[in-house]
């Protein structure tokens, strides 16, 4: 019988390895065209952007008609949820409080929406997706129009994120220090006079104690002593091909059931050696919407 056990789980493995980069291409091919952050870099002039906080929730855009995830995929939202939301389209954070990704995560991700716990759930906007013919408004006007639209919505649990100049570099280190020490992730840069533009760009920056970044599961490493029968580390692969063990930041409950090969995980570093690998890489969290 442990035979037989062992190699379903193996024959489970493999199913999984070939079935997702298909599934990735499907809801790749769904996915919806988006702004995406790059990290802080020294040379930038902080002065010309404005900072908001960096929401540690489940990133999700409304369409006017369906919400769903960075994938394409559709989140299953209470219909009540829903009905509140204004048909103009959205870019924002499902959130509850700092430090519940997990939380926020494990309520959206349900394919049967439970009322009650969406109730916690608050959509909290930073973009207005522009239709080609209003693409020339920068994004202090967009922040305006954003603001209009939830005073309008009356949707307490529709918020637009605050969005603040900041003076120089050391303002700006001193609002990271306040804001990480009552508990957030780190800030976002958005490029003030910056019309609405998608894909990975310096118009939209990250500042973090932590860099963070993904890499897609390859293989799992059996783990040894107190971690005898279970995950030790995974192999994991990043965009650029490199691999590199990933064998810190696991929870029990993670070791017990990891990510499955072909999944994408985020995982935090302090920088990058000479060889291309990150320095004390560590297991974040499977990515919300894979």
Do not use: C
Request: aromatic share 8%.
């Amino acid at each position: 019988m442990r035979h037989a056990s062992r190699y379903l789980q193996s024959l489970r493995l493999l199913l999984v390895a070939v079935l997702i980069p298909f599934a990735s291409i499907a809801f790749a091919q769904d996915a919806p065209k988006l702004l995406l952050a790059n990290v802080l870099a020294p040379h930038i002039d902080v002065t010309k952007y404005l900072v908001s906080e960096k929401y540690d929730g489940v990133r999700a855009v409304w369409d006017g008609s369906a919400l769903k995830f960075r994938s394409g995929r559709t989140i299953a939202a209470p219909s009540w949820f829903l009905e509140k939301l204004p048909k103009q389209a959205l870019d924002g954070e499902l959130w509850i409080a700092r430090g519940k990704f997990d939380e926020v995560s494990g309520i959206v991700r349900k394919e049967v929406p439970i009322d009650e716990e969406w109730r916690r759930v608050t959509y909290m906007i930073f973009e207005l997706p522009q239709p080609a013919e209003n693409q020339g408004l920068t994004f202090i006007e967009r922040v305006k129009q954003i603001e209009l639209l939830v005073a309008q919505t009356n949707f307490s649990q529709l918020r637009a994120v605050r969005q603040s100049p900041v003076k120089d570099r050391p303002a700006l280190k001193r609002e990271l220090d306040r804001i990480v020490k009552a508990g957030a992730e780190g800030l976002m840069l958005h490029l003030a006079d910056a019309a609405y533009v998608t894909g990975r760009s310096d118009v939209l920056l990250k500042l973090k104690p932590l860099l963070d970044t993904e890499a897609r599961v390859v293989a799992h490493v059996p783990g040894k002593g107190k971690h005898a029968g279970r995950m030790g580390a995974l192999i994991v692969e990043t965009k650029a091909g490199l691999q590199f063990k990933l064998g810190t930041g696991f929870t029990d409950a993670v070791r017990e059931k990891p990510p499955a090969v072909g999944a994408t995980v985020t995982y935090t570093y302090r920088d990058i050696t000479p060889s291309g690998k990150p320095r004390f890489a560590s297991f974040l969290r499977v990515r919300d919407d894979p």
